[in-house]
């Protein structure tokens, strides 16, 4: 199986993906709210990448059942349910509810790797059981860091190093995993904060950015590791638990 | 002064390079022969994307002033004189002559970012001289790792990252000097490798190839740091020492 990493946010080309698996990673903070979402028992999420277009597609569902989420310069958008704080997705709003979610980075990602044979939605959240789960498909595998308006985002490229790190574990073998040069930076890269998550939060630009705007209690929370099995799924437009 | 590193090897827009310092770095092996070919006396280099085109260029020349080197498949080209290890860059063979260069991913990248203010030639040979000379222009800088057809390559980012390391250290004011995200990642990346350079080459596709093709020497010859102060510069096609 070899093991590569997007490092800049670009659609691969489309043919280079219909075999393989995809980790779509934006821990600050799409992903990290994604998985939370699921956790906490939404029933779907629908990413979409214009605000227009969250409200077009929410008037296609019964009142009551869908809810708009997500964030314009890390704030919630107006007229919007939610913003994109995880902390935010709570069982009592989100259980059993529908989300259409729109964010500046993470929601796009999900769209340029549509063409994938799986895409999963990993953070540091879920890092050890997506890294399982990619593991049990086999399959070569795509860590897509979400990146942040095009460029390298330092915490989603150490989430993807620390999704290897726990991917080469599992290879009792040591030998069937083929690390591409792009993979064993992301998984050196992790080393330096292995332990210290939220160090590469802190030296980032959106993990400053959010502390600035007052959201430094995100940063904590995304820096979780492992409080959830969930690994969700993105299926011809639409995530929902595996 | 913003930092930046160009984790993959595609021409940034040329608008954007305008006012920036780009460093060109292909450790293994162009940049390093670059250097090393300067320091024992070249006179010019010119770097060529085709084969066809360095043949044809070294027509425009008297003969006995201009040498051909460059590989293809790691290996010299037929009808050329020197191949691609700096070891053949001997004074005796390069003082005082013309090279035409043509390499897999090097002698493109300059083309590359030929828009830039000013293009420096860099290589764990000369990284300490690079990171002087980058301070002392006081412009932003782009680090631009060549890659490996295309991708990312382990060495030339943690050489980009070293490249920071010292560039950083200049800073006695501690705070002029911006690192972006993708910066930040090869400078901690570095880190990693920080005075086991070697370790980086074993670790890297092109490394583990060369090693293959019994050119092993050239990665210890390469590995070698600040053997010499000559920072040559690419200008209107041809680098010279500055």
Chains 1, 2 share one sequence.
Not at 45 to 50: A, F, K, L, N, R
Not at 72 to 82: C, E
Not at 97 to 106: A, E, F, M, P, S
Not at 209 to 221: P, R
């Amino acid at each position: 199986m070899e093991v590569d990493v997007q490092f800049l946010p670009m659609a691969p080309a489309h043919n280079s993906l219909s075999n393989r698996v995809v980790v779509v990673i934006d821990v600050l903070r799409a992903t990290s709210v994604i998985v939370h979402a699921i956790s906490r028992g939404a029933m779907e999420i629908i990413p979409v990448i214009t605000v227009d277009e969250a409200f077009r597609m929410a008037k296609n569902f019964p009142a009551g059942t869908t809810l708009l989420g997500g964030e314009r310069g890390s704030r919630k958008i107006p007229g919007f349910d939610l913003g994109n704080s995880p902390r935010e997705y709570v069982s009592e709003k989100v259980g059993g509810k529908r989300l259409i979610l729109t964010t500046t980075n993470g929601t796009r990602a999900f769209h340029a790797v549509s063409s994938a044979r799986e895409i999963l939605v990993g953070s540091f959240l879920n890092v050890g059981a997506a890294a399982r789960r990619c593991f049990e498909l086999g399959k070569d595998l795509l860590l897509f860091p979400s990146g942040d308006e095009g460029n390298l985002s330092l915490e989603d490229v150490v989430c993807g190093g620390m999704v290897i790190d726990c991917f080469i574990h599992k290879d009792k073998d040591k030998g069937s995993i083929h690390l591409t040069d792009a993979a064993n930076a992301a998984y050196f890269l992790y080393q330096q904060f292995k332990g210290n998550l939220i160090e590469a939060f802190r030296v980032s630009h959106h993990g400053k950015d959010l502390i600035n705007k007052g959201l430094e209690e995100d940063l904590v929370y995304c820096a979780q590791v492992d409080i959830t099995d969930v690994v969700p799924v993105f299926r011809n437009g639409v995530i929902r638990a595996a």
